[in-house]
């Protein structure tokens, strides 16, 4: 298939890991943002092919990682209630929270459903006038459009009973986050190609050019990684820190205009909490003032209070790239795809079960029998 098959030649493939080899001299430290890139990344081994020195960070680029526990226990007390019916997508509905999670609902007979599309939950709402009808709106600026057209949508339309429980957040400030955090290691960037299509990538240069790292917005193939990782390694040999397009036959600086204006239309930028990180400053979505009859929260009045994480899981420290899943005593024993106790093993894109599929295991303690 165009874009498949010809992304996962293996000649090309071990083209590129010679000329890295041949262009590293040294150690380098970089950071995937996307959670996809991060499974291409350890299903085929590339990690772990790449020259001695070079380093992959996995980043906080799962959405569904990232969403904080206070929301996923605000999903839960919206989805308990009788006259609800609450709509997701299939990977949040495993998510654990404090109180539980939102396929427990479903089996204490909650209407909780899995939708392919917001516009599927709005068509939901309409066809079943006496129900609140909930969408979780959970993503980076990848979902955003979607979500922000369904709110639309709705609004045009009259569907009064839609209401969206928004959890949006953004890439940009995570990422300078991640270079604020003391004992940083980061120094260079695979910028998340699929968010990129929507915003671009002009808003990533200050951040190059502020912290002296290259940014290279990359595909989620594997030649597409091993060329952006190429990429970064040339900036960084050469002292270079500019921003980058290696998935050129879907992203253009300028992104998707139409679908920057829907976001600009229906959410305003504010305060976000991410799961195992905090709050970082300007880095979510909510919605805005004339789209407050929309909003789950506000029309649920919903509290978070209570919601306190558990110290077994070690996921904040897995999405800051302090550690990896291996490091977690928990990692592949009490925490699987069947029994997670955190979101990186739940979703598609979290590290942990990225992991987990690869069969990566943890090593035994030195002296253990």
Known sequence: MKYLDEYRDPVLARRLLAEL???ATRPWAIMEVCGGQTHTLVRQGIDELLPAGIRMIHGPGCPVCVTPLEMIDRAVEIAARPEVVFTSYGDMLRVPGSRGD???VKARGGDVRV???PLD?????RDNPDREVVFFAVGFETT???NAMAVLHAARTGVGNFSVLVSHVL???AMTAVLDAPGNRVQGFLAAGHVCAVMGWAEYEPIAARYRVPIVVTGFEPLDLLEGILMTVRQLESGRAAVENQYARAVRRSGNTAAREAIRRVFRVGDRNWRGIGTIPASGLCLAPEFAAHDAQRRF???AD????????IAGAILRGTAEPTDCPAYGARCTPRTPLGAPMVSAEGTCAAYYTAGRRRLPLEGAR
């Open 171 to 173: 890439v940009p400030p």
């Open 301 to 303: 009045g919903t509290s």
């Open 102 to 104: 939102l396929l427990g």
């Open 144 to 146: 955003a459009p979607a």
């Open 306 to 313: 209570g919601s306190v994480e558990t110290t077994e899981c």
């Open 121 to 125: 939950a709005v068509a939901v709402a």
């Open 115 to 117: 939708v392919y599309s």
């Open 21 to 23: 080899r041949a262009t």
